[in-house]
Every structure is written in C-alpha cells, then in structure tokens.
C-alpha cells in the first residue's frame, strides 16, 4: 500500500476513534517526563520527548503479570485473551525491542502463550525520529530513527503534515480512508530521515565485537570497566529488549495468584542456586554478563544483538556509565586472535 498523509486533525481523529475502539497506550506528561500511559484522547499525548522514561516493553511483557489463580486445590490456570491495544509514538528503537521479544519469547517450545497473546492483540503505530537525542545510537546497531522493525505504521510528522506508512495488514487497514501522499510529502520524509541520521555518527561492528567477546571472557579489562557500576537494575528495567523474570506466588485473602515478574541479572541474588552456590557472586562478573548478553549470548539465541540503541541506560545509569564507551574500549581492548 502507497504512504497516506493526514493533517494533524485527521490523525487527531483517528487517535480519537482508536482510544473508542481499543486501550490506547501513548506518550504523556508525567512530571518532567513522559511515559507511556493509557490516554483516551488525542488531547493527553506528549510527543515533545525523543523517548519516553521506561520503553514500550510492557506492550508485550508487563513488569507485573498474573499467570494463573489458584484457591485451595483449584486452579485456574486458563489464560484471559488481553485487550484489544494500540501502542501509538513508539519510536522505532522501541519498536525493535517489541520485535525482538516477539521473537525471543517464541524460540522456545512450547512459545510463550501470553506474549504471544498479547502481540497478536497489539498495534504498534510508531513515530520517526526527526530530531535523535544526543544518547540516541540507533544505526549503530542496525536500527534507524526510521526503521519499520517491529511496527504496524510508521508516522512522521512532516511539520504539521504527517506522512503514514503501512508496514503490515494492520497498518494498512488504519489508513486506508486517507489521501495517498504527494510525491512533495514523500521527498520531504526522505530529507528528514537523511537529516537524523546524519545525526548519529557511532557505528559498531557488531560481528567483530562478538567474536572478541566470544574469546574474552576472563579478559583483565572487565575488572575495571565494571568498577563504577552499583548493580542497581536500572540499566535493565530500562532496556527494551531485557526480557529476565522472576515467578512467585502471592496470597490475599485466600487467594493465590503466580505472579511473573521482571528481574534483573545485575541483582546479586538474580543467578544463586538452590544449593546457596552463587556462579555470579562478583559486581564484575554480572556487569559481564549484561554486556555479553546484549552483544553475543542473543546472537546465538535469536540471531540479533539485544541492544536497539535508545541510550536510556545512558541517561539513567547513577553511575554515569556509558555503554557506547564500554563497547568501544571493549572492540580497542579485547585481542583479535
Ligand atoms: S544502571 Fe549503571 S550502575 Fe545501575 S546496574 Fe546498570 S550499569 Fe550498573
Ligand atoms: S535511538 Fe533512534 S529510533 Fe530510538 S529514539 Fe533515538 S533516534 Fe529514535
């Protein structure tokens, strides 16, 4: 299907009809932030921030989430199909982290039920990046303030204009009462994109940083670049693709529910043992890990590298740890051979 234009009243309306139809997820003013929270108008969306303070993850993978009920020894363990939901201003690193989880929560078998559940109740409608933030590295690990991964409909906002481009049925079936674009529209959404990503300079060689990973695992550097670091989660909690969770039983009033919740492997306790032995009992080996993870353990599970380049760990992390300079000294450091 061609890319649809709508005025800002006609993507208003739209909004306006979805928040009608289905739990609308959108950016919006919390405090001096924005997050993502369910709005029923158009009028509650805050799209004046690159990225939002937490990801779209829970889109798919809430931080919270029942999995089953029980009382005495009856079980429900019978899953509840999710609201209809449209995620709208995901930015297409966020929009990525979706489709990773997709994917990760689908490679095993049998594939996650609620996951799946929820991805197949969800649209994503994202946001092209006009303007990337000084944090943003995207294109350095194979994304763009442009890029479709993960999403429905790809909107830009052409100053007042907004060009919308399908990606899926889904996508498509949301424009089709609007104009097709102008060919003036389209040429002015090609120099935005080359503008934001001329933006971002960083590029990793993301294959070669594996390969020195792979090799590098009690490499001396790591006993210095994981010095800053506190292990207080938030890198984590932040991240789009981090995907860690925990189960517990919860009980109130007699009733039980099993509850998964996200976790995260810079806690001390996230890999001890039954036996009480701890294999990441060190603040540098489980800083390792979040790296190794993010650049080589999902490489060989799912194929890609865990991290879309939303650079809220930057912005977050207490300690000011940077992970665009972590994967450069790491390339500089770890041997070739
Ligand atoms: S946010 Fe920073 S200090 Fe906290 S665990 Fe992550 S890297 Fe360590
Ligand atoms: S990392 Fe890229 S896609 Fe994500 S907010 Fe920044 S520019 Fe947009």
Same mark, same amino acid.
């Given at each position: 299907m061609n890319p649809r234009a709508a005025t800002k009243q006609q993507l208003d309306a739209l909004l306006d009809r979805l928040a009608g139809t289905a739990a609308l997820y959108a950016p919006a003013r919390v405090r001096n932030w924005t997050e993502f929270r369910r709005v029923?108008?158009?009028?509650?969306?805050?799209?004046?921030?690159?990225?939002?303070?937490?990801?779209?993850? %829970?889109?798919? &993978?809430?931080q919270t989430e029942p999995l089953l009920r029980f009382a005495g020894n009856s079980t429900d363990a019978s899953t509840k199909p999710p609201t209809e939901q449209v995620w709208f201003g995901v930015r297409p690193c966020d929009a990525a982290g979706l489709a990773f989880l997709e994917k990760f929560f689908s490679g095993?078998?049998?594939?996650?039920p609620y996951v799946q559940a929820r991805r197949s109740h969800t649209t994503v409608i994202s946001l092209a990046c006009n303007e990337p933030a %000084?944090?943003? &590295?995207c294109l350095a690990v194979g994304?763009?303030?442009t890029g479709t991964r993960g999403t429905d409909l790809l909107v830009t906002d052409l100053d007042g204009r907004y060009l919308a481009e399908p990606v899926t049925g889904k996508g498509e079936t949301l424009v089709k009462d609007l104009p097709e674009a102008s060919p003036a529209d389209i040429a002015t959404k090609r120099k935005l994109a080359e503008k934001a990503a001329a933006a971002i300079t960083l590029r990793i060689d993301t294959a070669t940083l594996k390969k020195k990973l792979d090799r590098s695992f009690?490499?001396?550097?790591w006993e210095t670049l994981c010095?800053?670091?506190?292990?207080?989660?938030a890198c984590t909690f932040l991240c789009p693709t981090c995907h860690c969770f925990d189960v517990t039983d919860e009980t109130r009033r007699g009733q039980t529910a099993r509850i998964r919740v996200w976790d995260s492997?810079?806690?001390?306790?996230?890999?001890?043992?039954a036996s009480g032995h701890?294999?990441?009992?060190t603040p540098r080996s489980r800083y390792r890990n979040r790296v190794m993870d993010k650049f080589s353990y999902t490489v060989d599970m799912?194929?890609?590298?865990?991290?879309?380049?939303?650079g809220r760990c930057i912005i977050e992390c207490p300690s000011a740890i940077d992970i665009r300079e972590t994967v450069t000294a790491l390339v500089q450091a770890l041997p070739e051979e």
């Open positions: 029923h108008s158009y009028r509650e969306i805050d799209l004046t921030r690159v990225n939002t303070k937490q990801p779209a993850k %829970a889109a798919l &993978f809430p095993n078998s049998p594939a996650d %000084a944090t943003c &590295f994304g763009s303030p009690e490499h001396p550097t010095l800053p670091c506190v292990n207080c989660g492997c810079q806690f001390c306790l996230y890999s001890r043992h701890n294999p990441r009992v799912v194929g890609k590298v865990s991290c879309v380049g939303c």
